[in-house]
T-cell receptor, first 113, second 114 residues
């Protein structure tokens, strides 16, 4: 069964450093998402991406965050200058149609020290 | 915006018993309610979903019920097995609305004891 893959599975970084989280969505999917989950809290929507542009974003997704689809397969989340509170599990998700089921990757655990 | 509350946060049952997890939502425009299962080290996996035009849906040992008037929906797992142990998330979404994103509950950690 096709799946969303994310790399790395764990990322440790120093506060203030830039990180890039990578995702390979399912190949025929057109809508891409990033969610995050702070330990013990809800899974929260960050941003959705379609047709090479952001279609929606939450208030969490401030100027420190950016997304990109640099080629036909990868979808990346960049955090420009990490803060302690950015420590969380980040999930990438994709769907073929925005009204269809969402498929999630296994996540990247980001730890900001 | 939408807010989804989920209870309980932890649930422990004996193998073979039933487990029920409940969620409430705030936005009456929400019309799609999926349930995700998250096993350790993995991402959320969709296990069942329901749209607002039906009140109940069943898939083998798993069922979901929806009460639109009260704005709550529940996951029912019968004849639980140890492999059902995981964190379960409910979510809500307004299909066709301007917001395409899912709003999740906080999760329920289910433990099935052999």
């Amino acid at each position: 069964e096709p799946e969303v893959t994310q790399t790395p599975s764990h990322q440790v970084t120093q506060m203030g450093q830039e990180v890039i989280l990578r995702c390979v969505p399912i190949s025929n999917h057109l809508y891409f998402y990033w969610y995050r989950q702070i330990l013990g809290q809800k899974v929260e929507f960050l941003v959705s991406f379609y047709n090479n542009e952001i279609s929606e974003k939450s208030e969490i997704f401030d100027d420190q965050f950016s997304v990109e689809r640099p080629d036909g397969s990868n979808f990346t989340l960049k955090i420009r200058s990490t803060k302690l509170e950015d420590s969380a599990m980040y999930f990438c998700a994709s769907t073929r149609n925005r009204n269809e089921k969402l498929f999630f990757g296994s996540g990247t655990q980001l730890s900001v020290l | 915006g939408e807010n989804v509350e989920q209870h309980p946060s932890t649930l422990s049952v004996q193998e073979g018993d039933s487990a029920v997890i409940k969620c409430t939502y705030s936005d009456s425009a929400s019309n799609y309610f999926p349930w995700y299962k998250q096993e350790l080290g993995k991402g959320p996996q969709l296990i069942i979903d329901i749209r607002s035009n039906v009140g109940e849906k069943k898939d083998q040992r798993i069922a979901v019920t929806l009460n639109k008037t009260a704005k709550h929906f529940s996951l029912h797992i019968t004849e639980t097995q140890p492999e059902d142990s995981a964190v379960y998330f409910c979510a809500a979404k307004n299909y066709g609305g301007s917001q395409g994103n899912l709003i999740f509950g906080k999760g329920t950690k289910l433990s099935v004891k052999p």
